[in-house]
């Protein structure tokens, strides 16, 4: 694997199969050493067949870390599975997602990732959420400062993941302040069968890809 200093481009056509490993650390200075320690082990492990690549995201709050891996398929990922060795963000313990919509990509440089996490009762819940999501946001102009927001749909259709790119925290936030955002979480938090858990604020700790 070769390593990279930009974050992964989510809407890849090879990618069939993305697989999100969060991991709760509780410091910031665990949170660096651990993800350097993944970030080794990765580099010095033959790399999957079918793995395209591993991005590891530190939580801005310095209490977590996220892994985000595009997988060619499915099955490519099981083969991966039966061999695989316990470890920080190993992607063992994983949910499986595929992308279902992206909204406003640009060529802009984010600054960092904000993510939002759903449970949900059923595949019908998944795409009701996010459809209700992207038809709420087209009604208005893009909000200052987001550059993407790219929808997963789980596997086993419990969760929605949001992967959403934007200029800064403090573009978000402002976002926030402003209460623009504010119909999004409205339809997040009231739609039946949809529970909105904990998002986080991260920066791209380091991404390795496949040669």
Request: hydrophobic letters at 40%.
């Given at each position: 694997?070769?390593?990279?200093?930009?974050?992964?481009?989510?809407?890849?056509?090879?990618?069939?199969?993305?697989?999100?490993?969060?991991?709760?650390?509780?410091?910031?200075?665990?949170?660096?050493?651990?993800?350097?320690?993944?970030?080794?082990?990765?580099?010095?492990?033959?790399?999957?067949?079918?793995l395209l690549s591993m991005s590891v995201f530190?939580?801005?709050?310095?209490?977590?870390?996220?892994?985000?891996?595009?997988w060619t398929d499915d099955d490519q990922y099981?083969?991966?599975?039966?061999?695989?060795?316990?470890?920080?963000?190993?992607?063992?313990?994983?949910?499986?997602?595929?992308?279902?919509?992206?909204?406003?990509?640009?060529?802009?440089?984010?600054?960092?990732?904000?993510?939002?996490?759903?449970?949900?009762?059923?595949?019908?819940?998944?795409?009701?959420?996010?459809?209700?999501?992207?038809?709420?946001?087209?009604?208005?102009?893009?909000?200052?400062?987001?550059?993407?927001?790219?929808?997963?749909?789980?596997?086993?259709g419990t969760r929605v993941f949001n992967y959403?790119?934007?200029?800064?925290?403090?573009?978000?936030?402002?976002?926030?302040?402003?209460?623009?955002?504010?119909?999004?979480?409205?339809?997040?938090?009231?739609?039946?069968?949809?529970?909105?858990?904990?998002?986080?604020?991260?920066?791209?700790?380091?991404?390795?890809?496949?040669?």
């Amino acid at each position: 694997m070769r390593a990279a200093d930009t974050l992964p481009d989510v809407i890849r056509p090879d990618s069939g199969l993305v697989v999100i490993s969060p991991l709760y650390i509780g410091g910031a200075r665990q949170q660096k050493e651990v993800a350097n320690e993944v970030l080794t082990r990765w580099t010095q492990t033959p790399m999957p067949q079918g793995l395209l690549s591993m991005s590891v995201f530190t939580s801005l709050d310095g209490e977590a870390l996220l892994a985000y891996a595009q997988w060619t398929d499915d099955d490519q990922y099981a083969d991966y599975l039966r061999t695989a060795e316990r470890g920080p963000l190993d992607l063992v313990d994983a949910v499986r997602y595929r992308l279902y919509r992206s909204m406003h990509a640009t060529a802009v440089e984010p600054g960092c990732v904000i993510t939002a996490t759903f449970d949900v009762d059923g595949p019908e819940r998944q795409r009701h959420i996010v459809d209700a999501l992207a038809e709420a946001a087209s009604r208005v102009e893009p909000f200052p400062g987001a550059l993407s927001a790219h929808f997963h749909l789980s596997v086993d259709g419990t969760r929605v993941f949001n992967y959403a790119e934007w200029i800064s925290l403090q573009a978000h936030d402002q976002a926030v302040e402003n209460a623009e955002l504010d119909e999004i979480y409205r339809i997040s938090l009231e739609t039946p069968g949809v529970r909105a858990t904990r998002g986080r604020a991260y920066h791209l700790h380091g991404v390795l890809h496949a040669n």
